[in-house]
């Protein structure tokens, strides 16, 4: 077993400092993640992060005794800090973890691994980690 995550979604915390300075990011700016949270969760208040069920917000959940990790962040995203933040609850639950932030890239970077090479490369170390513990 092995969690290979890129740029996920795992608080929900809103107040985190990424979602202010990348509010306007391109592909995912805060307009998109707000829609998302109507779509996803209709009316459901998520003032308090730490409330949300587990469905929505992974990290409020005993992570002790789940697989090992890679999380690949974004710099420019909104999602870059809630991606830290399940990084350092999976290491305080004894989760192995490896968490690279990529510092040019933008939410999705994956999509564009084909035709951009700082893509391909942050891809390839997620896939990297995949092909590790695959092999461990």
């Known amino acids: 077993m092995f969690q290979l995550l890129w740029y996920p979604t795992t608080m ?8 202010t300075e990348n ?7 805060r307009d998109v993640i707000d829609a998302f949270l109507a779509w996803y969760v209709p009316g459901l208040d998520i003032s308090d992060h730490t409330m949300l069920p587990t469905t929505l917000a992974p990290g409020n959940a005993d992570l002790s005794g789940l697989p090992p990790a890679f999380i690949g962040t974004a710099e420019h995203d909104p999602l870059r800090d ?46 990297a980690a995949l092909k590790r513990a695959l092999h461990a």
Request: aromatic content about 6%; hydrophobic content about 50%; charged content about 15%.
């Open 82 to 127: 809630d991606g830290a933040c399940y990084a350092e609850l999976l290491t305080a639950a004894g989760v192995s973890v490896e968490l690279s932030n990529e510092p040019t890239m933008v939410h999705g970077y994956v999509n564009f691994a084909l035709v951009v090479p700082a893509a391909a490369e942050a891809t390839g170390r997620g896939l």
């Open 12 to 19: 929900a915390d809103l107040s985190l400092p990424s979602f």
């Open 23 to 29: 509010a306007d990011a391109p592909i995912l700016d």
